[in-house]
T-cell receptor, first 113, second 115 residues
Framework: GNSVTQMEGPVTLSEEAFLTINCTYT??????LFWYVQYPGEGLQLLLK?????DKGSNKGFEATYRKETTSFHLEKGSVQVSDSAVYFC????????????FGKGTTLSVSS | EAGVAQSPRYKIIEKRQSVAFWCNPI?????LYWYQQILGQGPKLLIQ????????DSQLPKDRFSAERLKGVDSTLKIQPAKLEDSAVYLC?????????????FGDGTRLSIL
């Protein structure tokens, strides 16, 4: 079945460091891919998405490129801030009616000043 | 635009008791989802509604969980009787349609603790 695998956390970085959170997926069709973020005490928020191969999603300085050949959707940011500390979830949706999001386990990011 | 509203935020009950959660989606959103998020894991779909019809409830433990979406707007999720393993955050989400590229908008969730 479809699944999403994320790198284990926690990830601990200093402010202005480069961030990569790896995400790979298994899907039978052509899924849409998402990154959601959960800040402390808040609900899940959509961070970015890509709906077809080679698309790049971007938001708030974060980027991720849909790589069909490596079935990956790695999240990157060139310079993290303390306010980026949160849990990040990679997810996929198969693109057919009736198919909801399938999430990875989440990666906790902690950024210190 | 108002977001997805859920209540209560927290609930503590003893095992074998019953509990209900309520969700009000974003106005105009036809598709509504209930997810269960166990500590340390990603959310897992329990049930998906399109308007007031069930689209996918294949992962809903139907012997104890039930959900309804009357009139295609608000929804309630019920657990009866609760088990220790039901301790989790229950998330409601909504989207304009059920197409794969549609972003889902999440509520803040209800944190359920079973004693």
């Amino acid at each position: 079945g479809n699944s999403v695998t994320q790198m284990e956390g926690p990830v601990t970085l200093s402010e202005e460091a480069f961030l990569t959170i790896n995400c790979t997926y298994t899907a039978t069709g052509y899924p849409s891919l998402f990154w959601y973020v959960q800040y402390p005490g808040e609900g899940l928020q959509l961070l970015l998405k890509a709906t077809k191969a080679d698309d790049k999603g971007s938001n708030k300085g974060f980027e991720a490129t849909y790589r069909k050949e490596t079935t990956s959707f790695h999240l990157e940011k060139g310079s993290v801030q303390v306010s980026d500390s949160a849990v990040y979830f990679c997810a996929l949706s198969e693109g057919q009616a009736g198919t909801a999001l399938i999430f990875g386990k989440g990666t906790t990011l902690s950024v210190s000043s | 635009e108002a977001g997805v509203a859920q209540s209560p935020r927290y609930k503590i009950i003893e095992k074998r008791q019953s509990v209900a959660f309520w969700c009000n989606p974003i106005s105009g959103h036809a598709t509504l989802y209930w997810y269960q998020q166990i500590l340390g894991q990603g959310p897992k779909l329990l049930i998906q509604f399109q308007n007031n019809g069930v689209v996918d409830d294949s992962q809903l433990p139907k012997d104890r969980f039930s959900a309804e979406r009357l009139k295609g707007v608000d929804s309630t999720l019920k657990i009866q009787p609760a088990k220790l393993e039901d301790s989790a955050v229950y998330l409601c989400a909504s989207s304009l349609a059920s197409g794969g590229g549609q972003p889902q908008h999440f509520g803040d969730g209800t944190r359920l603790s079973i004693l």
